[in-house]
């Protein structure tokens, strides 16, 4: 095993755009080896365009298969040192007219997802090692969102519980975004965009690199006391009225 | 047992062993949460607090921190028209029947997205 590389090698799910591709930029920009993985194929371009120091890995989280595709290109490149779950997904609707379906496919993806590769990879990761957990700041509730609310709210509680079950060896935390600027938040409607932005203290909706930066700090040693929390990036958002 | 009408899902108990298991288990909630909105009943979730706070098992507590979510989402559509969903959270040394007047009182005071708490967990250790 090459143990420089271990000491720097980093797990991004979800990277092939959005956060996901801003956090996995600031990691390489910080000297990181990034593995980038993504059900969509095109993070092998996001991969080629931050450059060399990248692994793209297309695999679904959702499933036994594409954890184990994951691990398999853990081992390949001699291990790695950080996870972070960021990938998710939406299929908004009200209660009232939410499929089945919409249901189970965003708690898969969202929560199983994490708790899928985190079964598969947390015994992998070295003394130190750290995993963080992309959550929202929709867990605190959200019309139409009852599915996306459940399973960003319950990777809190799993967050919480696994840095006590994880300690001393591993350490785990989670980042609760607000409104980042993303294409899925662009696509938002202008009257709908303004009454967000107007309810944000810091007048702007945050940017990946914002959170890549908090992901980024929660996995290094800066942060060597801090386990089990969750940390809201929200632009004062949480407690304004 | 509560005298009110409405969907009362308890999870206390509940100790998922596997991400099948929480899955089927939340799949659940949703057939029953939706049959409780298009009914136009209120809704009450069960959770142990212990689980809200970390002491439990990692799949347990997140079974316990949805429920949580999902209450407050169910709250915030439910405004529009009245039916409220709330969450009671709950330990071992909770009276069943102080538990049941909670959960009771949830179901016809008109309260919306919150968390009661009948346990004592979030009180911390007492001092040895």
Redesign the interface.
Request: net charge positive; proline share 2%.
């Given at each position: 095993m090459n143990g420089s590389l271990i000491k720097r090698s980093v797990v991004v799910t979800g990277a092939a755009r959005g956060i996901g591709k801003g956090i996995a930029t600031r990691f390489a920009a910080d000297g990181w080896h990034v593995m980038l993985v993504d059900l969509a194929p095109d993070v092998v371009d996001t991969a080629a365009v931050i450059g060399p120091n990248t692994t793209a890995v297309v695999a679904d989280i959702a499933s036994d298969e594409g954890a184990a595709t994951i691990l398999a290109a853990v081992r390949e490149v001699g291990g790695f040192r950080a996870l972070v779950n960021n990938a998710g997904i939406t299929r908004d609707a009200?209660?009232?007219k939410?499929t089945?379906e919409a249901?189970?496919a965003t708690?898969?993806v969202n929560?199983?997802g994490p708790?899928?590769l985190i079964?598969a990879l947390a015994g992998e990761l070295p003394e130190g090692g750290t995993i963080v957990n992309i959550s929202s700041k929709?867990?605190?509730?959200?019309?139409?969102?009852?599915?996306y609310?459940?399973?960003?709210?319950?990777?809190?509680?799993?967050?919480?519980?696994?840095?006590?079950?994880l300690a001393p060896r591993l350490r785990v935390n989670a980042i609760s975004p607000g409104f980042i600027a993303t294409e899925m938040t662009d696509a938002i409607p202008d009257e709908i965009r303004e009454n967000i932005l107007s309810k944000i203290p810091l007048a702007r909706p945050g940017q990946p690199s914002e959170i890549a930066d908090v992901a980024l700090w929660l996995s290094s040693d800066a942060s060597s006391y801090v386990t089990?929390q969750v940390l809201g990036v929200c632009g004062g958002r949480t407690y304004a009225p | 047992m509560p005298n009110h009408p409405g969907l009362v899902y308890d999870a206390s108990t509940s100790d998922p062993q596997n991400?099948d298991a929480?899955?089927k288990e939340?799949?659940e909630?949703?057939?029953l949460?939706?049959e409780a909105?298009?009914a136009g009943l209120p809704i009450v979730y069960v959770v142990s607090e212990p689980?809200?706070?970390?002491?439990?098992?990692?799949?347990?507590?997140?079974?316990?921190?949805?429920?949580?979510?999902?209450?407050?989402?169910?709250?915030?559509?439910g405004a529009r028209n009245g039916l409220a969903a709330n969450v009671v959270a709950t330990d071992e040394g909770v009276d069943p029947v102080q538990l049941a007047d909670t959960i009771d009182f949830l179901l016809s005071s008109g309260l919306s997205?919150q968390v009661l708490t009948c346990g004592t967990t979030h009180l911390g250790r007492p001092a040895a």
């Open positions: 009200m209660i009232k939410m089945p249901f189970t708690n898969r929560l199983g708790i899928r079964d929709s867990s605190q509730g959200n019309v139409g969102q009852f599915n609310a459940l399973s960003k709210a319950g990777l809190l509680g799993y967050t919480r519980a696994l840095g006590v079950q089990g | 991400w929480l899955e939340l799949d909630v949703f057939r949460t939706q909105v298009l689980a809200i706070w970390g002491h439990q098992s990692p799949l347990r507590s997140a079974l316990a921190t949805a429920l949580m979510g999902g209450a407050r989402s169910a709250a915030v559509e997205g």
